[in-house]
């Protein structure tokens, strides 16, 4: 996978705009970004991806950059339950079988 | 409809003995991926089954592992001889992989404890 970066960990105050960035400077022109989370002793769950065009559905935003170096993914209202850990994953376009989690941002939603 | 499913939730078992863990993908969905997770560590890719293909098996961690999938639907993931550092969660993945479309749905995963 084309290598991401995370902020270990970021707080949001309930109701605000939870903004989550990863950067994949290493990305290919046909390479999508996903973006999962998963929530204490739950598996992963799918959010959102995208290639160039930025992205909405009814659980979040993403935006990627014109270069495709960076990408935020944006909780509009975050609740408590949006605690979780949020994985930014960059497949190869060709062995998009192994995805690579790594450690990802621990968001923590305070009341 | 109905996600996907991984029996048992929890298995405690002693070292050395074998253990078989079951993953029941969505219906339709094409292919299959278990990876293991550690405490407080991240995902770790075992294996991938798609279709009828010859299964990737370059995340296996030992020749103990080995995995199954019938009829293109169920998986078994099996551990022989089981070992202490084989306690992890192991979380049963699938997707449609329809061109483009790489989004794998989890299974709530089996946590397997080795005594």
């Known amino acids: 996978d084309a290598k991401t970066t995370q902020p270990p960990s970021m707080d949001c105050a309930e109701g605000r705009a939870a903004n989550l960035p990863c950067n994949h400077s290493t990305i290919s022109g046909n390479e999508y970004v996903y973006w999962y989370r998963q929530i204490h002793s739950q598996g992963p769950q799918y959010i959102i991806h995208g290639l160039k065009n930025n992205e909405t559905n009814e659980m979040a935003s993403l935006i990627i950059t014109e270069d495709r170096k960076s990408s935020t993914l944006i909780l509009p209202h975050a609740t408590l339950r949006d605690t979780a850990v949020y994985y930014c994953i960059v497949p190869q376009l060709y062995n998009f079988n192994k995805f690579y989690f790594g450690s990802g941002t621990k968001l923590n939603v305070k009341p | 409809g109905a996600g996907v499913s991984q029996s048992p939730s929890n298995k405690v078992t002693e070292k050395g003995k074998d253990v078989e863990l079951r993953c029941d993908p969505i219906s339709g969905h094409t292919a299959l991926y278990w990876y293991r997770q550690s405490l407080g560590q991240g995902l770790e890719f075992l294996i991938y089954?798609?279709?009828?293909?010859?299964?990737?098996k370059s995340g296996l961690p030992s020749d103990r592992f080995s995995a199954e999938r019938t009829g293109g639907s169920v998986s078994t993931l099996t551990i022989q001889r089981t070992q202490q550092e084989d306690s992890a969660v192991y979380l049963c993945?699938?997707?449609?992989?329809?061109?483009?479309?790489?989004?794998?749905?989890f299974g709530p995963g089996t946590r397997l404890t080795v005594t």
């Open positions: 089954f798609q279709g009828n293909s010859a299964p990737d």
């Open positions: 993945a699938s997707s449609p992989t329809t061109s483009g479309n790489y989004e794998q749905y």
